[in-house]
């Protein structure tokens, strides 16, 4: 329906939900905007020491610096790269892996216990086994990165496929369909928001597990940066290393959230 043929209520419904958004976005530059300039003007007034938390203007000098050196873009795309690499394996993987546990429930049974512990298991006490077995590299970066995100993903995309209602199953099987025609005309279409929902969890588990293999075994990256920069006391380096880490996160965080209104439009059309 085009805005010229819809009705002044839903005009007006439009109208208000644009604004909204808009009111959300100014919020949400504002909290940022005041948040920097507390922290820049509380490191200019000694009330918190510069050298320890860093400040604003230290943080765009150490980035203009970085930049100038050649060294900035380098740390900043091999950082990406391997967080992209290990949070698109992690998601692949893990709803491959759900659905051969949904598909069989033997051998759902029998590794439900081993997937309980994995997931318990602190995940930064297997980086050195990583490192003996793979190598100091990526690869070994993207297999710690595979351990944080890999089992959640499992876990969470098996939850949603469980909590299906099972009269829609039933239904298609009644009506002679097979178990890959529930699997791609129920179960896949319906456990699209969790599916979504595991893509905005792998953001964050990416990141963290990146950041642990880069404080590990990496020679370049923000993680490398960072670790560098507290071993010679460079914290406005650790804080610059940190301010890009969030940047980056929340890009990568919008870009799913685009991804989701991508699909939920064609899923419309």
Known sequence: MSMSNSSPEHRAYLKKVRQEKVKVRVTQALILIIALGLWEICARAGIVDPFITSQPSRVLKTMINLHQEGVLLHHIAITCMETIVGFILGTVLGTMIAIVLWWSEFISKVSEPYLVILNSLPKIALGPIFIVWIGAGPAAIIVMTLAISL???????????????????KLVQTFGG?????LTKVLLPASFPTIVNALKINVGLSWVGVIVGEFLVSKAGLGYLI????????????????FILGI??????QGVV???KILVKNSDS
């Open 178 to 182: 097979t178990k890959i025609q529930v």
């Open 248 to 253: 980056a996160a929340a890009l990568m965080y």
């Open 151 to 169: 089992i959640v993903t499992i876990l969470e995309v098996l939850n949603g496929f469980l909590s299906i209602d099972q009269e829609k199953i």
């Open 227 to 242: 670790v560098y920069g507290g071993q010679v006391f460079k914290l406005d380096l650790v804080m610059t290393s940190v």
């Open 258 to 260: 685009l991804f989701e």
